[in-house]
Structure formats: structure tokens, C-alpha cells
């Protein structure tokens, strides 16, 4: 006999792990399934990754239960300055700074290490009576106007009122429904690390903006070995990345102190180094039948703002509260009116997102004098208009 559910997710990352305990949490039957084993991806050391956490991310993850599951302290981001320059030279002498106290906010976000959260996830899934989990699995979906059918390899066949495509940027089940994507190819390759540092961050994040991209040092909850703690991510031109992916740690080092400045002394390299393809996605639709597509398999953004997971998790929280409220009211969760109020509710703000982060790409990524120029003048009208400012701030923090 099949196993009926409300939902089944299809991806078990960030994203559909945490869609998985919102919607039990909201009263869902829920499946998750997923090709990879849950316990392998967790990381017992840190391994350099760590995720930008906004405020009204942290208020879905607290919804979903996770929070507070977190093993390691997230480290909270106090302030933000953003400045212009050229590798290896003083920042310009305008610049941009962003305290959240002038929001009257806690923090603009929290840095929060991917083991810890992958951690907090299978820990939450595993106490939820709701979820119902399938990893290892291979499942092949089948979509009907009233329902679908996912056959698990070697296991039960579900039948869900609505699945949800939770893979990432190459979703198999968004390509076989026929959803067409948009791409727009940067011809930038992100680089991902950790360095510990000498001097304290104070919880300040810098976004540095140089010719081949935008520079960033988030700061972390330090530890044990490395009180002071930060994550960098940055944009260079693929063949430069490809160049300093292949350096020895000390010579990567050297590249990475030279464009992050000596503001926090001397730094070193923790965990390993990662490096991401980087380029614009957008979907025609975001439904299908029985179908809604959540996080990368709906939409990738530029980092240069470093909202791309919370996009994600902004997804989930629209479609996590539909479906709550489907419940309650004892009414169809996967019918083609939630359908279309889930897509009205978050398309237009990833497409807002998308022409953003591309524009300030396009307008930061470049050694034009003219316009370094009107690029600094702008940064320095922005730091002195403080409306401006809050509205920047608040739409930083995901309340916006």
C-alpha cells in the first residue's frame, strides 16, 4: 500500500531540509528524499564553508526548529562597510558603513558554519514524527492533475498532493516538467575560504569592491584555536581563480592578505578552499502541476550582495505559511490556486534581487576611472542619507 503525504520534498540541502521541518512543524505530512545518505554530510571539522544568515532567515529557521539546534555559535554581523579600491592599494577614501543599531536590530545577520546547520537539520528531521525520510534514495516522480506518485527505489511508493523541487540549479524535475531558465553568464568564478586573523573583527563585515569583483570578510564566532575568525568570498575572472585555486596555502595567503588589507593583522587559512562557477539564473514559472520549485532550482543571484540562500529561505517561508494555512483549512496543498499565490508571492522579488545584484555586479566590476568615480561619489552620498540607509539596512536583514 502507498504511503499518502501532504508533501514530498525532492532535495535534502539547506533549503529543502529546512522546508521539510517548517512543514511539519505547519502540520504537513511530509517526505523528504534525497540521493546522498544524510550523516555523511556532515563535516566533523570545519571545512572553511559557512553560510550569511539574515534576520528574517533566522526567524524561518527559528519557525522550523533549527535554531536553537545550531552546535557551534553563529557569529552575529554588527556593522557593514563598503569601500572601492585596486588590489593592493588603500581603499578609497569614501566609503559606506552600515550598524545595525541604527535599525535598532540585533544584527544585520549571523554567520553560521554549513556543518552546523547540515547538523541541526538531520538532528530535527530525525526527531520529527511528521517527516518521513529517504536518503539514500532514487525516486522517480510521476505527475497527475490530482496528485503525484514518487517511487522510491527498492522502498514505498508515495502518493503526495504536491512535490517540491529542492535540487539546486540543475533540478531534474524542473527540466522534465519543461519550465524554461534564463542564464546570465558572468564569466566570474567565486572563491570560498576561512582565516583566522590577529585582531578581533568586532563583528564587521567588509565588502570591498575591486575590478575583477567584489571582495568580501564576513565575520564568524571564533573558537578554541582561532578566536578570531572570518569567512571570505570572492569574485575574480575565471582564469585568475583558476590560478589561485592552484597555489600552495601560503601563496593563496599572501594573494587573499593583499586584498583583504591589515586591518585585522596577519591572517591564515582554515579548513579548505572551495570555488563555485558563478552566473545568473531565473525561471520562466515557478509551478508546475503538483510541482513548486524552492531555492537554486528557481533562481541564482550574484553573491555580490550574499543573499542567495536566503532567497532560498525566503521561498520556504511563503511556501511553508500556504501550505500551513492549506492545512488548517483542510484544502488542497499542491491545487493550482496555492500554486499561483506561492509564485505571485515570491517571483517578483527574485527578479527584483536578480536585476540588483547583476547591475551592481556590472557597475562595481570594472577599473573605468569614470566610473570608479561616480561609483565612490555614490557610496559617499549613500553614507549621508540616512533614509537611504535604513532601506539598504532593513533590505540587507530580509525585512525589507
Same mark, same amino acid.
Given at each position: 500500500?502507498? /504511503? ?114 547540515? /547538523? ?218 496555492? /500554486? ?56 540587507? /536583514?530580509?525585512?525589507?
Amino acid at each position: 500500500m502507498a /504511503m499518502e503525504v501532504d508533501v514530498c520534498v525532492v532535495g535534502a540541502g539547506p533549503v529543502g531540509g529546512a522546508l521539510a521541518c517548517l512543514l511539519a512543524v505547519r502540520g504537513a505530512r511530509t517526505a523528504i528524499v534525497d540521493r546522498a545518505a544524510l550523516p555523511p554530510m556532515e563535516h566533523p571539522d570545519f571545512d572553511g564553508r559557512a553560510y550569511a544568515i539574515a534576520a528574517g532567515s533566522r526567524a524561518v529557521l527559528e519557525e522550523a526548529g533549527l535554531w536553537d539546534r545550531l552546535p557551534y555559535p553563529p557569529g552575529p554581523i554588527r556593522d557593514i562597510r563598503v569601500s572601492d579600491g585596486k588590489v593592493g592599494r588603500p581603499a578609497s577614501k569614501l566609503f559606506l558603513h552600515f550598524d545595525s543599531a541604527e535599525v535598532g536590530a540585533e544584527a544585520f545577520g549571523w554567520m553560521v558554519e554549513a556543518r552546523a546547520l547540515r /547538523m541541526a537539520i538531520n538532528a530535527r528531521l530525525a526527531e520529527l514524527p511528521e517527516v518521513s525520510v529517504f536518503a539514500p534514495a532514487e525516486a522517480k516522480v510521476t505527475r497527475r492533475p490530482d496528485g503525484a506518485t514518487v517511487a522510491i527505489a527498492g522502498g514505498p511508493a508515495l502518493e503526495a498532493r504536491l512535490v517540491v523541487a529542492a535540487e539546486g540549479r540543475n533540478s531534474a524535475l524542473r527540466n522534465e516538467a519543461g519550465i524554461a531558465v534564463s542564464r546570465l553568464p558572468y564569466g566570474q568564478t567565486g572563491i570560498v575560504c576561512a582565516v583566522a586573523h590577529e585582531k578581533p573583527h568586532n563583528g564587521t563585515a567588509l565588502e570591498h569592491f575591486l575590478p575583477a569583483g567584489p571582495f568580501a570578510q564576513l565575520p564568524m564566532a571564533g573558537t578554541e584555536g582561532a578566536p578570531y575568525l572570518s569567512a571570505l568570498v570572492w569574485t575574480e575572472r575565471d582564469a585568475v581563480a583558476r590560478r589561485l585555486i592552484e597555489l600552495d596555502d601560503a601563496s593563496f595567503t599572501r594573494e587573499a592578505q593583499r586584498r583583504l588589507g591589515c586591518h585585522l593583522g596577519t591572517i591564515r587559512l582554515l579548513g579548505k578552499r572551495w570555488s563555485y562557477p558563478l552566473s545568473g539564473l531565473h525561471v520562466q514559472r515557478w509551478t508546475d502541476t503538483r510541482l513548486a520549485l524552492v531555492g537554486d532550482a528557481a533562481h541564482g543571484i550574484h553573491p555580490i550582495a550574499g543573499q542567495g540562500l536566503n532567497l532560498g529561505f525566503a521561498d520556504i517561508g511563503a511556501l511553508g505559511r500556504l501550505i500551513g494555512e492549506a492545512v488548517i483549512a483542510r484544502e488542497d496543498v499542491g491545487s493550482p490556486a496555492l /500554486m499561483a499565490r506561492y509564485q505571485a508571492a515570491r517571483r517578483p522579488d527574485s527578479l527584483l534581487m536578480l536585476a540588483a545584484t547583476d547591475s551592481l555586479d556590472r557597475l562595481f566590476s570594472s577599473d573605468n576611472p569614470a566610473l570608479r568615480l561616480a561609483r565612490d561619489m555614490g557610496i559617499a552620498a549613500v553614507h549621508r542619507m540616512p533614509r537611504l540607509k535604513r532601506m539598504f539596512m532593513r533590505r540587507a /536583514m530580509g525585512l525589507a
